[in-house]
């Protein structure tokens, strides 16, 4: 069983920068591929960002490519997404999401199915 914590979010402005954390207990994350999937109101999920479990590989949805970086610190049992340019739609529930799966594709890393343990989610709001 692995929980997920996340941490960092908060109302910023337009143009602005958030990083949020996300700290695994219960089992260790380095063989897991991690996830930040975010929900805005009225909207489906969706994964903005993944990281497979070694780090060597990331994806990102294309409305953030450039402005969001997805890192991970397995010693510490920690991902980070480093939120840059920050627009109003970015604002949602952001999620921390756990997979244990090894491999490297994309079609599975943007698919919310992949993953099996959730963290509570945290909110970050873009003020215009």
């Known amino acids: 069983q692995v929980q997920l914590v996340e941490s960092g979010g908060g109302l910023v402005q337009a143009g602005g920068s958030l990083r949020l954390s996300c700290t695994a207990s219960g089992r260790t994350c380095s063989s897991y591929a991690m996830g930040w999937v975010r929900q805005a109101p009225g909207k489906e999920r969706e994964v903005v960002a993944a990281i497979i479990w070694s780090g060597d590989s990331t994806y990102y949805t294309d409305s953030v490519k450039g402005r969001f970086t997805i890192s991970r610190d397995n010693a510490k049992n920690t991902v980070y997404l480093q939120m840059n340019s920050l627009k109003p739609e970015d604002t949602a529930v952001y999620y921390c999401?756990?997979?244990?799966?090894?491999?490297?594709?994309?079609?599975?890393?943007?698919?919310?199915?992949?993953?099996?343990?959730w963290g509570q989610g945290t909110q970050v709001t873009v003020s215009s």
């Open positions: 999401a756990a997979a244990a799966y090894l491999g490297e594709s994309y079609s599975r890393l943007r698919s919310q199915n992949l993953y099996t343990y």
